[in-house]
């Protein structure tokens, strides 16, 4: 698995969510729910990394895998469904490392939803 991204300009990408919100306020029905969801995710995340509880995390990477596809960048949503589609066959420190490489680019996409939706 190629765990190196480049990153686009933006990790934000809502072609897919607006494919399921018919006007604007469903919009940002939508990126307050994807907001709230990633921020958990990524924090339940970190505390199954950190206790050692691979079916927590296996869980979480499911959840994120659901979702990103709507409001993230086409590569970040590969490499959240490629993690999580090995982490049920790899042991839970090689997920970890990865889950590593891509947080910053989580972080970011969690970044630009927040500036997203303060414009509002």
Not at 65 to 85: D, I, R
Request: net charge negative; charged share 20%; glycine share 4%.
């Amino acid at each position: 698995m190629n765990t190196h991204i480049t990153p686009p300009s933006s990790f934000l990408d809502l072609s897919g969510a607006k494919e399921f919100a018919m006007d604007d306020v469903q919009m940002r029905e939508l990126m307050a729910t994807f907001l709230e969801s990633l921020t958990q995710e990524i924090a339940t995340i970190q505390t199954g990394l950190g206790q050692n509880e691979a079916v927590k995390v296996e869980h979480s990477l499911h959840a994120l895998k659901g979702f990103m596809p709507l409001f993230a960048h086409p590569m970040l949503a590969q490499a959240v469904t490629e993690l999580y589609q090995n982490s049920r066959h790899q042991p839970l420190d090689t997920t970890r490392g990865i889950f590593e490489s891509i947080l910053p680019h989580l972080e970011a996409l969690l970044a630009e939803v927040r500036a997203w939706s303060s414009r509002l």
